[in-house]
């Protein structure tokens, strides 16, 4: 969380820090779909939530999963009009005579004096607090984590949006070693190995001890900046005993500091004497002199890059890709392929929002357009497959209309990849003998002709996350089993892939409770199960996608030799 002065300063003027909040009671103000996710931080982080529910008169506006947490016991649920003069200072704990600890408030916008009275009372006694989409009357803010063991990170943007802030923690996580808890577990218990025997040995040399940890180390410092002493040059042949001794600590520090991240997990006492000639590897120098190639004057080509990860790019895609003068993207087309393209190259990324489809596919066309009348070789790279959904059909009309016939590459589908990625044998003996491509939004956003139930079909519906709330119900009502189970497939072969698993009457709850990640597809199906069985629980989620690690630069160099 971030905690700072009040919301009318600078955003700089913030600190972060990691609240201990074991035991303390949470009161949250008002109810919407993020009540629940906030109850469900609150309760991991181990305190006790109580929810007001100010503006709502029926259960049937409370969300589904708050209401189960209700009947479990986990989270009260007061159903009436909130009281500040009273409910701020009864219903917390004894032993901070009945003050909350911590307040959320998220009322609509159209409560702005009531938003403000509660700050200000807030404000006025200390306690912290936060409002759901104004900053001007909050002391903290949330932060988008990642928990990885003892291992957590934390991104904020100061109430610039959570959703920007999700993004780049997934970026950031995404880059990570996958042994980053191994590392911190590793490094703690060397560190205080160490530690204690230097202790036990230099117990008549204490004051010296304490003041190297202090003034050379930084040990006692929160915050791990380094002391002016840090890099200092020791000399083996000048050290006292005792100084040698105390190396050990400063070898620590220079290692965690130099050594290959992903490799202090097996650090050992035995190493740190060896410290000084660890190298902390070769520099990554990027990507190569950018591919030469004799350019196809005034050509264009419709290139599938596939559902996400480098590794399921086609050779093809990628020799279009490097010699192209103009790369027209998605804007599902993820940064790692994008990073493919040489810095010489002008790239365009479609602005295809809610609302603005059309005429942003309009302004794309026209850029193609001008660019191959300019006699430049056009290379537009569409999310999977163009002829999967990618209007590639449209765009193969458009530009021959004009006297340009595009090449078209085929690009891996997610629609069949992601199935492969999350487990799921699309097609599967004596379970599945039959596959269909869906999608879950129809023209204008209505929904698609509904298809008919097949026990031994495996179904995807691109682009239906969105509109899952309605896709459910009509397909019970055309008579699809509400039991059968079901997989959410996001972000699908890239490091920050999510499986949720579960079934079709618990579709809607799911996607309400775990949120949305785009690019992100439906899996339907017996098959959902044949490799992981079935599960207990309402639904169940899986994070992480790892790949077999490549270099790039290489392939290219192989691709145009």
């Known amino acids: 969380m971030s905690v700072g002065a009040p919301a009318d300063l600078h955003p700089r003027n913030t600190m972060l820090v990691s609240w201990n909040c074991s035991g303390e009671v949470h009161l949250l103000i008002g109810v919407s779909a993020l009540t629940y996710t906030r109850v469900q931080s609150i309760l991991t982080n181990g305190a006790t939530p109580i929810v007001i529910t100010q503006l709502i008169d029926s259960d049937d506006k409370i969300p589904h999963n708050l209401l189960v947490l209700e009947q479990e016991g986990s989270v009260q649920i007061l159903r009436r009009q909130v009281d500040i003069g009273k409910d701020l200072f009864t219903l917390g704990r004894d032993e901070v005579r009945g003050v909350v600890d911590k307040v959320y408030v998220n009322l609509p916008t159209t409560e702005e004096e009531l938003k403000r009275a509660i700050f200000k009372e807030c404000q006025s006694n200390r306690i912290p607090i936060n409002t759901t989409e104004s900053v001007e009357y909050s002391t903290f803010t949330m932060l988008s984590t990642h928990t990885d063991g003892d291992f957590q990170l934390g991104v904020t943007t100061s109430g610039k949006g959570c959703k920007l802030a999700s993004r780049i923690k997934r970026e950031i996580v995404s880059q990570l070693p996958k042994n980053i808890n191994e590392i911190c577990q590793s490094v703690g218990a060397l560190r205080l190995k160490i530690q204690e025997e230097d202790r036990q040995k230099l117990s008549k040399f204490k004051e010296e001890y304490e ?48 050594y290959p991240l992903s490799k202090l997990a097996d650090i050992s006492i035995d190493d740190i004497s060896s410290a000084y000639s660890i190298s902390s590897g070769d520099a990554h120098t990027g990507y190569e002199t950018p591919l030469s190639s004799k350019q196809i004057k005034g050509s264009i080509s419709l290139v599938g890059s596939g559902p996400g990860s480098v590794s399921l790019l086609t050779i093809g895609a990628l020799q279009e890709i490097s010699s192209a003068d103009l790369v027209l993207a998605d804007k599902l087309v993820p940064q790692q392929v994008l990073d493919l393209i040489p810095i010489k190259t002008e790239k365009f990324i479609a602005r295809k929002f809610p609302g603005n489809a059309e005429a942003a596919q309009e302004e794309l066309l026209s850029l193609g357009l001008q660019a191959l009348k300019l006699g430049k070789k056009v290379v537009r790279l569409k999310q999977g497959d163009p002829y999967i959904f990618g209007r590639g059909g449209e765009e193969y009309i458009f530009f021959a209309k004009h006297g340009f016939v595009p090449t078209v590459l085929p690009g891996i589908t997610s629609a069949l990849s992601s199935t492969v990625s999350s487990q799921i044998p699309a097609t599967q003996r004596d379970v599945a003998d039959q596959v269909l491509i869906c999608t879950g939004t129809g ?60 079934r079709l009457e618990d579709l809607v709850d799911a996607v309400e409770a775990i949120g949305s990640r785009p690019p992100g597809l439906l899996v339907i199906g017996r098959a959902c199960e044949v490799l992981t069985g079935p599960i207990e629980e309402r639904w169940r989620v899986q994070e992480g996608y790892e790949t077999e690690d490549f270099q790039v630069s290489d392939l290219l160099k192989t691709v145009t030799a």
């Open 211 to 258: 003041r190297f940890l202090r003034e050379e180390l930084g040990e006692h410092e929160d915050d791990a900046v380094q002391s002016s002493k840090f890099n200092n040059f020791v000399s083996e042949f000048n050290m006292t005993e005792t100084q040698k001794k105390l190396q050990r600590s400063r070898w620590l520090s220079q290692v965690v500091e130099y």
């Open 443 to 502: 023209r204008r956003g209505v929904l698609p002709n509904i298809p008919e139930f097949v026990e031994t079909r495996t179904t995807v519906f691109l682009m239906s996350l969105h509109r899952i709330q309605d896709l459910v119900p009509a397909l019970i009502a055309k008579g699809w089993d509400p039991k059968v189970p079901a997989a959410i497939v996001e972000r699908s072969s890239c490091p920050d892939q999510r499986v949720t698993r579960t």
